[in-house]
């Protein structure tokens, strides 16, 4: 939920690292609206992937295509552009990916985040908002949510990755970044976000929407896997609006700079119900194959609190489960079979705005 309508952002020189991705594109979407001056830096779209084209970001944001883990270019951009924020979302950002490629995953989530810190550092860029994962949280089989100053760790690479990401950036924040008075730096962990134009291999949406648009079998490996479901606007919304209160000034430095973006419990639901969901949602029957495998291993429960964003940020999840689907089909029809992608997103995001 958007509190005011971020007129902040109005001619701000933005820095959007992973601009090429799901959640990067929808983000320089927005601030694009917002009037704000967005740089992208990331790796060509991947195949298959549409979002970036979909949105004529090309057109919209300056677009640098670049390996965040080549620090002395990474860093010539920064001191050249010098933004007034930083919004770091460029990642290897798939579990079962980790397991094929660990190596890369661990050094794009945590040396290129570490560039990505020392860039901001040397170069005094005021403000960052370092997107990690509800994934870095130690998965202790609880059944209750994780807080922010829960132990980090992960059983997997990705989920180390972004434990790991989190450590980096603390100790940045202890040895160099702090303020005194005020937070210009955050970590944010969101939950499994959905949403129109993610085509990533091994997501669940991703898999389901493929398959009804290709009219290929289904199937789906871990039907009771429990996931905190959200739209992609809930945490883009609060990364905005972080930055938002990071550039006024407006928090303490005595709370911690990490932050919660996730649903309300309530849309934590089984991977079965989302597919049958979307199903509904498309609106053509479909016949779900459930055939179980433990090749990638992943946490079945993973919910995280998000009390301190509501408190502190007035920060709070609008959309519930069936709007979250519903949003997220009609985007891909009106994207498969319209075309009118520039114009659902506008209107997804005004209606978001408003509620
Ligand atoms: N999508 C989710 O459900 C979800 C949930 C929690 C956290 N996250 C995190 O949010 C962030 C964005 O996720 P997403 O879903 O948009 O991911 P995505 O895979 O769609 O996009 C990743 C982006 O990072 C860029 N990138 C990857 N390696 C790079 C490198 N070495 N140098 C420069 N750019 C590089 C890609 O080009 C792309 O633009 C990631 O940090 C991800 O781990 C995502």
Not at 36 to 62: D, Q, T
Not at 152 to 160: E, F, P, W
Not at 265 to 291: A, D, R, S, T
């Amino acid at each position: 939920m958007i509190k005011n309508n971020l007129k902040i952002y109005k001619n701000l020189k933005v820095i959007v690292t992973g601009s090429t991705g799901f959640k990067g594109a929808w983000l320089c979407f927005w601030l694009n609206l917002l009037g704000a001056r967005v740089i992208g830096i990331a790796l060509k779209p991947e195949k298959g992937s549409i979002v970036f084209n979909k949105f004529s970001l090309s057109k919209k944001i300056k677009q640098i295509y670049l390996d965040i883990n080549n620090f002395k270019k990474l860093n010539e951009i920064v001191k050249k552009q010098k933004p007034d924020i930083v919004f770091h979302l460029a990642a290897q950002s798939v579990v079962s990916e980790s397991y094929i490629n660990p190596i890369d995953t661990m050094r794009t989530n945590v040396i290129g985040s570490a560039n990505i810190l020392e860039t901001v550092r040397l170069n005094k860029i005021k403000n960052l908002i370092y997107i990690t994962s509800d994934k870095c949280y130690l998965n202790d089989g609880r059944k209750t949510s994780y807080l922010e100053d829960d132990i980090l760790g992960g059983k997997d690479l990705y989920s180390a990755s972004k434990a790991c990401a989190e450590l980096t950036f603390e100790a940045y924040h202890e040895s160099f970044l702090l303020k005194k008075r005020v937070l210009s730096y955050a970590t944010t962990r969101a939950g499994n976000v959905v949403g129109g134009g993610d085509m990533k291999k091994n997501r669940i949406v991703p898999d389901v929407i493929k398959s009804l648009k290709n009219k290929k079998p289904l199937i789906i490996r871990s039907p009771e896997a429990t996931r905190p479901w959200q739209h992609v606007l809930e945490p883009v919304s609060g990364y905005l609006r972080l930055g938002e209160l990071l550039i006024n000034k407006r928090l303490s430095a005595s709370l911690k700079p990490n932050w919660n973006f996730g649903p309300n419990p309530i849309n934590c639901k089984p991977v079965l119900q989302v597919v049958k969901e979307i199903i509904n949602c498309w609106g053509e029957e479909k016949k779900i194959n459930i055939i179980k495998n433990n090749q990638f291993k992943e946490a079945k429960l993973l919910m995280i609190s998000n009390n301190k964003a509501k408190k502190e940020l007035d920060w709070t999840p609008t959309l519930n489960f069936k709007d979250t689907i519903k949003m997220t089909v009609q985007w891909y029809k009106s994207c498969f079979y319209e075309n009118k992608v520039e114009e659902i997103t506008r209107k997804q995001i005004e209606y978001f705005s408003k509620r």
